[in-house]
């Protein structure tokens, strides 16, 4: 249901029955009246979610070809394929909102909407494919496992599905590590150089520091979040250094030491220029993301269109096997 902001007797009625569900900690679902910022602040959110999950195939995807065995490379292909559905399922919940795939799908190609950033930095060794796993999926867990009690039933429900196969993903990711930190010394070199590289960017994934995030409180008041960025951040951060220490690997912030007032470990400041830098565009790898993206879309138009070929010959038969009334 289109609605306008425009307050009307039976509309602020509408608005209290909103307010008690997102009091009483219920679900809202797609057919219950929402006020308009709301139905927006969960697209922007969904697509740019759905679109890092089909953009987040990339670096990964260009490992496939390369994976040093067949078991390496049928848990690749699965993972990969993993994030397809997942952005899938996401897509779907977006358009429980009345935004259709195709709009969404264009303003990514057009880098109308956002991706995460991490998905800009490029994948340079085969140890990118376990630091993924562990950082960026670890750190995707920690965001999302909160996401399955949002406020939007759909998203909700697509939360719990995409967040049980995330762990699988952050699994297969630390087991790689293991086997690499055990084998050579080169092969350890290579997991350490790429753990230099990925853990910044990977604590950038929770967003900007909580004074510098415009839209955190008002996610919050909604229960579309339920937690803020630096909190996650945090809980990342504490969940990733004794897994560093088991796998033998150091995090390189000089001053990550653990806190024993805050029970918590302290840690030194992200980039936040870069951060800004990726997101604005100008990252390392995303004019090459979303030319690929664009691409593969454009190849994909005979596909879409043979589809609705079909499915029109299937409805036109229908109706021609109709017996009139
Ligand atoms: N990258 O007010 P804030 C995955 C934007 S997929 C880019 O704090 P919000 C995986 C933010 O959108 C992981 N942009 O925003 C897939 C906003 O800009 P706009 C994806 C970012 O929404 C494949 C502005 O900065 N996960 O795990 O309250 C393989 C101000 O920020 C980023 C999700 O999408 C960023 N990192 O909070 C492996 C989770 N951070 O829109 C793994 C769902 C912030 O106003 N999303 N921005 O122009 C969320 O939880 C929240 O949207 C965020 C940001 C925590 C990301």
Redesign the pocket.
């Known amino acids: 249901m289109t609605v306008t902001e425009d307050r009307t007797g039976p509309e602020l009625d509408l608005e209290a029955g909103f307010d008690r569900t997102i009091g009483a900690d219920q679900r809202v679902e797609p057919r219950d009246w929402m006020p308009e910022a709301y139905r927006k602040t969960l697209i922007?959110?969904i697509a740019?979610?759905a679109h890092?999950?089909i953009i987040?195939?990339q670096p990964?995807g260009n490992w496939i070809l390369r994976a040093p065995s067949l078991r390496r490379k049928a848990i690749l292909l699965a993972k990969v394929q993993d994030?397809a559905g997942?952005g899938m399922y996401l897509y779907a919940a977006a358009e429980t909102l009345g935004v259709d795939r195709e709009e969404l799908t264009e303003k990514l190609i057009s880098s109308k909407q956002?991706?995460?950033?991490?998905?800009n930095y490029p994948t340079l060794s085969y140890a990118d494919i376990g630091v993924?796993g562990w950082l960026?999926?670890g750190?995707?867990i920690c965001?999302?496992v909160p996401?399955c009690r949002c406020s939007y039933g759909p998203y909700a429900r697509a939360m719990v599905r995409i967040c049980k196969e995330?762990s699988f993903?952050q699994r297969q990711g630390f087991e790689l590590l293991l086997a690499m930190v055990n084998g050579t010394d080169a092969q350890k070199a290579m997991v350490q150089e790429s753990v230099d590289r990925w853990w910044w960017p990977s604590l950038?994934?929770?967003?900007?520091p909580d004074d510098d995030?415009?839209?955190?409180a008002q996610?919050m008041a909604w229960g579309i979040?339920r937690h803020t960025?630096d909190e996650l951040r945090q809980r990342f951060v504490d969940m990733s250094v004794p897994q560093a220490a088991a796998l033998g690997v150091t995090l390189p912030d000089p001053e990550l030491v653990w806190n024993e007032d805050r029970k918590s470990h302290d840690y030194g400041e992200p980039d936040w220029a870069e951060?800004k830098a990726v997101?604005a565009g100008s990252g390392p790898a995303n004019a090459q993301r979303v030319a690929h993206r664009r691409r593969a879309h454009e190849n994909g138009a005979w596909v879409r269109e043979a589809a609705q070929a079909y499915a029109d010959k299937q409805a036109a038969r229908a109706r021609e096997q109709e017996v009139p009334a």
């Open positions: 922007r959110q740019q979610h890092s999950e987040g195939m990964e994030e997942h956002k991706y995460s950033s991490i998905f993924i960026v999926d750190a995707a965001n999302q996401l995330e993903h950038m994934m929770f967003g900007p995030s415009p839209n955190s996610s979040k960025n951060f997101i």
